[in-house]
């Protein structure tokens, strides 16, 4: 079945995503410049010229606020999906899409990463940060499922947490070995739409066993 045309927003819903995306980038910002103690919800809420009613209709806490980042960065990759080519198969489209969201985004600012790394460490921030991640793969699990008409959404989930494995492992690695991100993650991406060939021998250049490439410290 060929996916749908994704829904055109209505004024009224752009509004709202623009402003949740408002209230999420003022959140970090102040919590990066005076620590997440020190900032209030009156803070965030007169930082973007609305009153703490209205940051509650977006969020819960603050510190979900802070975190809701992660998943307002994924809104663009489930556009992205929805408006690949029918006929095109699921993983290129896949690999397309979040590749198109990494692209627009440019190359991240290692100083700036340094410091959301060290912030989302905390223990205050620990749990948000862990449920934003799990909503972000479960909207890509929905989407994939919309976009092959519904198939088993077991392998949808499975699919998606495997997508947003490759994008922690190339971010990892783009921050601690320096190699560029956007190579990295197509490369682990085909990798996993292939089946993993050069770990499991299906390919030429298979890696000698008795050797070991270090893999990076967990991002989270």
Partial sequence: MPPEEPPKLTLRERKKREARRALAQAALRLTLERGLENVRVEDIATEVGVSPRTFNNYFSSKEQAVCS??????????????????????????????????????????????????????????????????????????????????????????????????????????????????PTLERLLDELAAGMPTLTGGAEGTPDPNTTTPLGESLC
């Fill in 69 to 182: 980042v992660v998943v307002d960065r994924h809104e663009g990759m489930r556009e992205a999906l929805l408006a690949r080519p029918a006929g095109e198969p699921l993983w290129e489209s896949v690999k397309q899409a979040v590749l198109e969201q990494y692209s627009r985004e440019g190359e991240p600012d290692r100083a700036y990463v340094a410091r959301i790394r060290e912030l989302m460490g905390q223990l205050m921030l620990r749990g948000e940060f862990l449920n934003a991640h799990a909503a972000v793969e479960r909207v890509l699990a929905e989407t994939i499922a919309k976009r092959v008409g519904g198939v088993d959404h077991l392998l949808c989930r499975l699919m998606a947490s495997s997508v947003e494995s490759a994008v922690r492992v190339a971010f990892v690695n783009w921050f601690t070995e320096g190699e560029p991100l956007l």
